[in-house]
């Protein structure tokens, strides 16, 4: 089995910045995709941002130029640096990992809550 415990979230005012971590444990595979999303309250889950293991990425359009997502494939940890927050990043935000060996299986964190308010 596979867990993911993430850690980082607080309360923030807007423009500031917070760092979030998610560590990975139990049989992990690769191929193997991590990264970050997200819900506000009265809405759907919406992807963040992921990473490949060759650390290649893909980022919500909004977060673009202000967050940045990185991995520690040694460590089957990934991190997301935000930068410039404002408050429309409130959301509790979930870690994930997909796997396609030996079947596809998809993982997700317990959530850590980020709150922008001044």
């Known amino acids: 089995q596979v867990q993911l415990v993430e850690s980082g979230g607080g309360l923030v005012q807007p423009g500031g910045s917070l760092r979030l971590s998610c560590a990975a444990s139990g049989s992990i595979f690769s191929p193997n995709v991590m990264g970050w999303y997200r819900q506000a309250p009265g809405r759907e889950r919406e992807l963040v941002v992921l990473i490949n293991r060759d650390g290649s990425t893909n980022y919500l359009d909004s977060v673009k130029g202000r967050f940045t997502i990185s991995r520690d494939n040694a460590k089957n940890t990934v991190y997301l640096q935000m930068n410039s927050l404002k408050p429309e990043d409130t959301a509790v935000y979930y870690c994930?990992?997909?796997?396609?060996?030996?079947?596809?299986?998809?993982?997700w964190g317990q959530g850590t809550q980020v709150t922008v308010s001044s």
């Open positions: 994930s990992l997909t796997m396609w060996t030996p079947i596809y299986t998809h993982y």
